[in-house]
């Protein structure tokens, strides 16, 4: 996000979107009860989840550029346009977020059984660790955007 302050005009939409993809995956979590740490077929549940909000996001987001915001761009072009955005935007995005999700579990599942603790390690450590991350995040958003 960071990226896109510095390196791109302001677009609210780009906000909007991204606060939607995090609203609609809280209320998707906290409307079917799931635990994605714990319990049976979690990995399962939690592709479901993030398919699902992923199209709950993507619809959200067209539904309100188009009809609330009344964005030209959207408004003009009207339902099939934001068709497309949730179907095959929204189904590339439900692709990712369900094969993702269940990665991002299992990572968490790895690190908590090793008990790893970012505090625990030197200062040093943590500090350029996180620079390197931060480095990599940029160039991927670069590579992504160009």
């Known amino acids: 996000m960071l990226f896109k302050f510095v390196n791109a005009p302001f677009w609210g939409c780009h906000l909007l979107g ?7 995956f809280d209320l ?10 714990k319990g049976p077929k979690r990995m399962i549940k939690s592709a479901l989840l993030g398919a699902a909000s992923a ?10 550029i188009t009809y609330v915001f009344r964005y030209p761009h959207w408004a003009h072009e009207g339902i099939p346009r934001v068709l497309d955005h949730l179907f095959v935007g929204g189904t590339m995005a ?4 369900a094969i993702g999700v269940p990665l991002i579990v299992k990572v968490v599942e790895i690190l ?8 625990a390690a030197p200062s040093r450590m943590r500090t350029s660790g996180i620079a ?4 990599i995040l940029w160039i991927c958003a670069g590579t992504v955007s160009v």
């Not at 998707?28 to 740490?37: I, M, N, P, R, S």
């Not at 908590?112 to 505090?119: D, E, R, S, T």
């Not at 390197?132 to 480095?135: A, G, N, T, V």
Request: charged share 5%.
């Open 18 to 24: 991204i606060f939607l993809i995090g609203a609609a």
């Open 112 to 119: 908590q059984g090793k008990q790893f603790m970012l505090m």
């Open 55 to 64: 199209y709950l996001s993507f619809g959200l987001f067209a539904v309100m």
């Open 28 to 37: 998707l979590v906290l409307a079917t009860g799931f635990d994605l740490l």
């Open 94 to 97: 439900a692709v990712g977020s």
């Open 132 to 135: 390197l991350f931060m480095m």
